[in-house]
């Protein structure tokens, strides 16, 4: 037997080690998504990482928000606006949508099951005028976060109720938040109190703190 070959000695004793390990991640499936077939690289805006749980971020205070006093109001260069109770939110359209979020944070998590309205279901209603190139949402926590009209009427723009099939959380949001999947979720205002169609843009609460004005993560639109 050649020196190198040797199971006994140092390098042999070594080499077992290893082998061991490494049988022992075979055996647990180690590192095994479940996500075979998926391209999650392809998926990943420059400079974000994926998480599996979901971070809650939010400026100090959770509004609790009854569905028996849920208001929203929709307002502003607007034909038809209009102020929608709960039983409002439930009678337009209900849709699904799953989609990924980015944080500015640099984490994201995909694959994100979305139920509510679709915002071009709740435009159709209050048919903005042309002027209304600019939508300011307004949140009960006092948070705002503004975006071009063009970004609210992408087709996969939620007003979202559900997550996941169940009511979502007041932490993240419930009763009701926007999700905006094309721009980072600081655009996505959680408590959705209000929503204003403009001629003027009017930068929300992280805008005018450093934050881009439009937020395209692909583009890695962070800073402004
Ligand atoms: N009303 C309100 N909406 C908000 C925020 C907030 O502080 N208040 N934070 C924003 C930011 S910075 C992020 S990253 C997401 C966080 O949503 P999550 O807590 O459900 O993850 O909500 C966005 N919408
Ligand atoms: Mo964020």
């Not at 042309?130 to 705002?144: I, K, P």
């Amino acid at each position: 037997m050649a020196e190198g070959e040797s199971s006994s000695g140092l390098l042999g004793a070594i080499r077992d080690k290893l082998i061991a390990r490494k049988q022992a991640w075979a055996e647990e499936k180690r590192l095994i998504t479940g996500r075979a077939g998926v391209r999650e690289v392809d998926r990943l805006p420059p400079g974000q990482r994926l998480v599996r749980d979901w971070p809650v971020l939010d400026l100090g205070v959770q509004p609790a928000i009854p569905r028996e006093r849920f208001r929203l109001i929709v307002d502003g260069l607007v034909e038809n606006p209009v102020v929608l109770d709960w039983a409002g939110v439930m009678a337009l359209p209900q849709s699904e949508n799953v989609s990924d979020i980015h944080c500015v944070t640099a984490w994201s998590r995909l694959d994100n099951r979305w139920g509510g309205v679709k915002a071009k279901d709740l435009i159709a209603q209050v048919r903005p005028r042309a002027e209304a190139r600019f939508v300011l949402f307004q949140s009960s926590d006092g948070y705002t976060t503004n975006v071009p009209r063009e970004a609210f009427e992408d087709d996969d723009v939620m007003l979202a109720h559900t997550w996941e099939g169940a009511p979502l959380d007041r932490r993240h949001g419930g009763p009701l938040r926007v999700v905006i999947p094309k721009l980072y979720f600081w655009k996505s205002a959680k408590w959705l109190r209000r929503i204003t169609f403009s001629a003027e843009d009017k930068p929300g609460f992280w805008e005018v703190r450093g934050y881009h004005n439009h937020g395209d993560p692909w583009r890695e639109e962070r800073y402004g």
